[in-house]
């Protein structure tokens, strides 16, 4: 037996310490703990229970880390879909995955209702608001008892459906932390949807050491960076898209950021010289190149900032506990 994820996660932050902000409002950890646990009640009582599929459809946002949490710790299996599919393309997804149940938020339901099956129990956001406080349940995980089933980006071939188990994404999340050296006071810009596995590690790796994250979007990059420095945040993780924006389009070259203490990179390659730019415009900050699969979890290797000089071009090394080899 080993912990359970959603426990896991959870573990470091304290309950009066804020887990997740945005623009308007914050949830502090007591609260992240207590919503999830209304969202697990809501889950059983739609019948759903260990190994069951739970699809779970959305923006960041406190609904979609409780869902996620809450199916976690149920021993279900959540299934992230993208908010950006068309009704179409989720039915089918949801013909190969047969999800039990699914979490969504108004917003996606209201686009994407046509794809969902008809009669399927449907757990809303307002389900956050449930009367009083929740029973956390408490049910034995085994290691490799799947935990996600992510789809694939289908950037080189069809959508593929990913197994993740729950040592899986604890082996990694333990990775990423080590060699970014997390800590508590860290704070996380969150551009990426949570639905996509770098995202997704950014959640795991900020609430594994009890750390924050700032929910926002790349709509406005100017306005996005004008979030970035009144809340503080010590990371922005990107990938190419992202930074040749925030290079060419923004004031990011020259504004300073004082917080912002480190940079990650992946999600495909970012020319030399634009990496050069980007180490450029945070002086006073790290800039990690990095690699990583979705059938990986999430990330397998990381240039250390120390050798972004002389080694630029490469995604460096394999992350704590993993060994790569090229293979002919």
């Given at each position: 037996m080993m912990i359970n994820t959603a426990d896991y996660l959870l573990a470091a932050g304290r309950n009066t310490d804020t887990a997740l902000l945005t623009e308007h409002t914050s949830a502090t950890y007591g609260e992240l703990k207590a919503a999830s646990a209304r969202l697990a009640q809501a889950l059983l009582a739609a019948g759903v229970g260990p190994t069951d599929r739970v699809g779970l459809l959305g923006g960041n946002s406190l609904f979609w880390v409780a869902a996620y949490l809450a199916s976690l710790k149920l021993n279900a299996v959540v299934v992230p879909f993208s908010t950006t599919l068309t009704p179409a393309e989720l039915e089918q997804r949801q013909a190969i995955i047969n999800c039990r149940a699914f979490c969504v938020d108004r917003p996606a339901y209201r686009r994407l209702k046509a794809g969902l099956p008809a009669g399927l129990p449907l757990i809303f956001d307002a389900a956050l608001n449930g009367p009083g406080p929740a029973e956390w349940p408490s049910l034995p995980t085994e290691p490799q008892q799947d935990a996600v089933y992510i789809f694939t980006s289908g950037t080189t071939a069809r959508p593929r459906v990913v197994r993740l188990t729950h040592r899986n994404l604890q082996a990694n999340t333990e990775s990423i932390v080590a060699y970014l050296e997390l800590t508590p006071a860290d704070r996380m810009l969150a551009l990426l949807p949570f639905d996509?596995?770098?995202?997704?590690?950014?959640?795991?790796?900020?609430?594994?050491?009890?750390?924050?994250?700032?929910?926002?979007?790349?709509?406005?990059?100017?306005?996005?960076?004008?979030?970035?420095?009144?809340?503080?945040?010590?990371?922005?993780?990107?990938?190419?898209?992202?930074?040749?924006?925030?290079?060419?389009?923004?004031?990011?070259?020259?504004?300073?950021?004082?917080?912002?203490?480190?940079?990650?990179?992946?999600?495909?390659?970012?020319?030399?010289?634009?990496?050069?730019?980007?180490?450029?415009?945070?002086?006073?900050?790290?800039?990690?190149?990095?690699?990583?699969?979705?059938?990986?979890?999430?990330?397998?290797?990381?240039?250390?900032?120390?050798?972004?000089?002389?080694?630029?071009?490469?995604?460096?090394?394999?992350?704590?506990?993993?060994?790569?080899?090229?293979?002919?």
């Amino acid at each position: 037996m080993m912990i359970n994820t959603a426990d896991y996660l959870l573990a470091a932050g304290r309950n009066t310490d804020t887990a997740l902000l945005t623009e308007h409002t914050s949830a502090t950890y007591g609260e992240l703990k207590a919503a999830s646990a209304r969202l697990a009640q809501a889950l059983l009582a739609a019948g759903v229970g260990p190994t069951d599929r739970v699809g779970l459809l959305g923006g960041n946002s406190l609904f979609w880390v409780a869902a996620y949490l809450a199916s976690l710790k149920l021993n279900a299996v959540v299934v992230p879909f993208s908010t950006t599919l068309t009704p179409a393309e989720l039915e089918q997804r949801q013909a190969i995955i047969n999800c039990r149940a699914f979490c969504v938020d108004r917003p996606a339901y209201r686009r994407l209702k046509a794809g969902l099956p008809a009669g399927l129990p449907l757990i809303f956001d307002a389900a956050l608001n449930g009367p009083g406080p929740a029973e956390w349940p408490s049910l034995p995980t085994e290691p490799q008892q799947d935990a996600v089933y992510i789809f694939t980006s289908g950037t080189t071939a069809r959508p593929r459906v990913v197994r993740l188990t729950h040592r899986n994404l604890q082996a990694n999340t333990e990775s990423i932390v080590a060699y970014l050296e997390l800590t508590p006071a860290d704070r996380m810009l969150a551009l990426l949807p949570f639905d996509y596995c770098f995202g997704a590690s950014l959640l795991h790796t900020h609430l594994r050491v009890g750390g924050s994250l700032v929910l926002s979007r790349f709509l406005y990059p100017e306005s996005m960076l004008d979030v970035l420095e009144a809340t503080g945040c010590t990371g922005l993780a990107g990938v190419p898209s992202v930074y040749q924006t925030l290079l060419r389009n923004t004031s990011f070259p020259t504004r300073p950021l004082k917080s912002l203490a480190k940079v990650q990179q992946a999600g495909g390659k970012l020319p030399a010289v634009q990496i050069k730019e980007l180490a450029a415009a945070v002086p006073h900050g790290q800039v990690f190149v990095m690699y990583g699969q979705t059938e990986a979890t999430a990330r397998l290797s990381y240039l250390p900032p120390a050798l972004l000089p002389t080694k630029l071009g490469s995604v460096g090394r394999g992350i704590p506990v993993v060994e790569l080899a090229g293979l002919d």
